[in-house]
Antibody, heavy 119, light 108 residues
Framework: QVQLQESGPGLVKPSETLSLTCAVS?????????WGWIRQPPGKGLEWIGS???????YYNSSLKSRVTISVDTSKNQFSLKLSSVTAADTAVYYC????????????WGQGTLVTVSS | EIVLTQSPGTLSLSPGERATLSCRAS???????LAWYQQKPGQAPRLLIY???SRGTGIPDRFSGSGSGTDFTFTISRLEPEDFAVYYC?????????FGGGTKVEIK
C-alpha cells in the first residue's frame, strides 16, 4: 500500500521560507510517477504548487514559480518543498501526492499538514 | 492555461436523490486528462473518476462521469449519507495540474 506523509513546521514567520518533506512508503520514487505538492487555504479550493519526476525534472505553477523549489532524495524515498518569502496568503493545508505521468490523475495523497504564516 | 469552472457551487439534496455536477473547461480538452475527486472535511482528496468516465479502484458504481470537449459531468445516482462532501474536477495539461473551484454537495 502506497503511503505519503508530510512533515515540517506548522508555523512559519512572514518573509521566511516554508520547508516541508513528504516521505513515501510502499513504492519507490525511482520507479516512476510524478510527485507533487498541492495546497488548500482554509475554506478554499485546491491549488497545485509543483511536481518532480524521479530524474529531478521539476514543473511549477507559474504563479508560484519564482518562490518554489521542489527536490527529491531517492535514497531516502522522499521529496521536499521550499516556498520562500511567505506571507499570510500562504497559510494552507499542504498535501503531497503521487500523480501519473501520462494522464495526470493523483491516486495517492498524504493526509496534509497545516502551515500557518504568522509572526 | 486551462480554467475549469464547476457548477453549481453548492447542491442541496436529500439522501437517495441524484446529484449532477458540472465542470466546464475554458477550451477543449481531451477526456483522458479529466479527473474527479471527493474531499470530506479534514481529509485529503480521494480519486473517484479518471479519464472522465473510469472509476478508480474500489469506487462504487453509483459514481459516474461523462463528457467531452469543454463540458464534463459527474453524477451520483443515489446519494448515500457518506457522499455529502466537496467534489473537484482536475485537468492535466501543459500547466500540469489545474483544479476546478469545487462543488459542495450538502444535505437538504
Amino acid at each position: 500500500q502506497v503511503q505519503l506523509q508530510e512533515s515540517g513546521p506548522g508555523l512559519v514567520k512572514p518573509s521566511e521560507t516554508l520547508s516541508l518533506t513528504c516521505a513515501v512508503s510502499g513504492y519507490s520514487i525511482s520507479s516512476g510517477y510524478y510527485w507533487g505538492w498541492i495546497r488548500q487555504p482554509p475554506g478554499k479550493g485546491l491549488e497545485w504548487i509543483g511536481s518532480i519526476y524521479r530524474s529531478g525534472n521539476t514543473y511549477y505553477n507559474s504563479s508560484l514559480k519564482s518562490r518554489v523549489t521542489i527536490s527529491v532524495d531517492t535514497s531516502k524515498n522522499q521529496f521536499s518543498l521550499k516556498l520562500s518569502s511567505v506571507t499570510a496568503a500562504d497559510t494552507a493545508v499542504y498535501y503531497c501526492a503521487r500523480h501519473t505521468t501520462n494522464y495526470g490523475w493523483a491516486d495517492y495523497w498524504g493526509q496534509g499538514t497545516l502551515v500557518t504564516v504568522s509572526s | 492555461e486551462i480554467v475549469l469552472t464547476q457548477s453549481p457551487g453548492t447542491l442541496s439534496l436529500s439522501p437517495g436523490e441524484r446529484a449532477t455536477l458540472s465542470c466546464r473547461a475554458s477550451q477543449s480538452v481531451s477526456s483522458s486528462f479529466l479527473a474527479w475527486y471527493q474531499q470530506k472535511p479534514g481529509q485529503a482528496p480521494r480519486l473517484l473518476i479518471y479519464g472522465a468516465s473510469s472509476r478508480g479502484t474500489g469506487i462504487p458504481d453509483r459514481f459516474s462521469g461523462s463528457g467531452s470537449g469543454t463540458d464534463f459531468t459527474f453524477t451520483i445516482s443515489r446519494l448515500e449519507p457518506e457522499d455529502f462532501a466537496v467534489y473537484y474536477c482536475q485537468h492535466y495539461g501543459t500547466s500540469l495540474l489545474t483544479f476546478g473551484g469545487g462543488t459542495k454537495v450538502e444535505i437538504k
